[in-house]
């Protein structure tokens, strides 16, 4: 049985006079865009400028919203009640669905950022409260959520539909989680690494973990980071090896 797999990437990242990121040169390679919505990174002109492109390249648009915290990139970590954490995605889809109606498009997903989602990722309450609220907005949205963690137990009690993402330019820990940043080989930085990594994962059906460990996981989506320095040159090679493996590359959801 042929497989198939969507290619997604972190976006939308500029703010203000500050530029991050190849956004253009990425969306001629994803097929799935998660486009900041101003609390981590991004701003309305860069969200109207990237969705736009997004719309005219067929793009998938994803919300992706994160902690209040333009200083740290949205990788502090932040304690909000669980109340406030709602509304703060609520509030970032609903930008998102606005810039993207004018775009011509729609928010197709959404998907959590940096470490927002990594808290997300080992505490169901945070994740269930996250995504209940995006829900709320909008019921028919599709959840991505980081493959075998408690972002997925979550979406699969609240029964919506969502896709099971991994990471071409991070590594793993045994229990599914990411590497945290700060430790030596937790983020991929070789082009060709990557693409042979995500071509074996999907081959297996498993995420492989930095120790070697083999964690089953259904995988419909890859992400690659758009604020890595190598970002186009990993997408471009993932993409090629997927393609030469015999892998379709079609945005979720496929079945």
Same mark, same amino acid.
Request: aromatic residues 6%; hydrophobic residues 45%.
């Given at each position: 049985m042929s497989k198939t797999v969507d290619l997604n990437a972190d976006m939308g990242e500029s703010f203000g006079a500050?530029? +991050?990121g190849n956004d253009s040169a990425l969306l001629d390679i994803v097929t799935s865009a998660n486009i900041a919505c101003g609390f981590h990174a991004g701003d309305p002109d860069v969200m109207a400028q990237t969705m736009k492109l997004a719309v005219e390249k067929g793009v998938g648009i994803g919300a992706h919203p994160g902690f209040p915290d333009l200083r740290g990139f949205g990788r502090y970590r932040m304690h909000l009640p669980l109340g406030q954490l709602? @509304?703060? %995605? =609520?509030y970032q889809l609903g930008a998102a669905q606005a810039m993207a109606r004018v !775009? $011509? $498009?729609? %928010? =197709?997903?959404l998907k959590l950022h940096g470490a927002l989602a990594n808290m997300c990722a080992e505490n169901y309450e945070m994740a269930h409260a996250c995504y209940s609220a995006a829900l709320e907005v909008d019921p028919e949205i599709i959840i991505m959520v980081l493959a075998g963690t408690q972002q997925q137990s979550a979406v699969e009690a609240l029964g919506c539909v969502y896709a099971a993402e991994i990471f071409a330019d991070r590594a793993y820990n045994d229990d599914a989680t990411l590497v945290d940043r700060s430790l030596k080989g937790a983020v991929i930085h070789d082009a060709d690494l990557?693409? /042979?990594r995500m071509v074996e994962m999907v081959q297996e059906g498993a995420m492989i973990a930095q120790s070697g @460990? =083999?964690?089953?996981t259904r995988i419909d989506t890859i992400c690659m980071h $758009?604020?890595?320095p190598e970002a186009v040159e990993i997408a =471009? /090679? %993932?993409?090629? /090896? +997927?393609?030469? !493996?015999g892998i379709t590359i079609k945005a979720f959801p496929h079945g």
């Amino acid at each position: 049985m042929s497989k198939t797999v969507d290619l997604n990437a972190d976006m939308g990242e500029s703010f203000g006079a500050w530029s +991050l990121g190849n956004d253009s040169a990425l969306l001629d390679i994803v097929t799935s865009a998660n486009i900041a919505c101003g609390f981590h990174a991004g701003d309305p002109d860069v969200m109207a400028q990237t969705m736009k492109l997004a719309v005219e390249k067929g793009v998938g648009i994803g919300a992706h919203p994160g902690f209040p915290d333009l200083r740290g990139f949205g990788r502090y970590r932040m304690h909000l009640p669980l109340g406030q954490l709602g @509304n703060a %995605v =609520r509030y970032q889809l609903g930008a998102a669905q606005a810039m993207a109606r004018v !775009a $011509g $498009g729609h %928010v =197709r997903h959404l998907k959590l950022h940096g470490a927002l989602a990594n808290m997300c990722a080992e505490n169901y309450e945070m994740a269930h409260a996250c995504y209940s609220a995006a829900l709320e907005v909008d019921p028919e949205i599709i959840i991505m959520v980081l493959a075998g963690t408690q972002q997925q137990s979550a979406v699969e009690a609240l029964g919506c539909v969502y896709a099971a993402e991994i990471f071409a330019d991070r590594a793993y820990n045994d229990d599914a989680t990411l590497v945290d940043r700060s430790l030596k080989g937790a983020v991929i930085h070789d082009a060709d690494l990557a693409a /042979a990594r995500m071509v074996e994962m999907v081959q297996e059906g498993a995420m492989i973990a930095q120790s070697g @460990n =083999r964690i089953p996981t259904r995988i419909d989506t890859i992400c690659m980071h $758009g604020d890595t320095p190598e970002a186009v040159e990993i997408a =471009r /090679a %993932v993409r090629a /090896a +997927l393609e030469q !493996a015999g892998i379709t590359i079609k945005a979720f959801p496929h079945g």
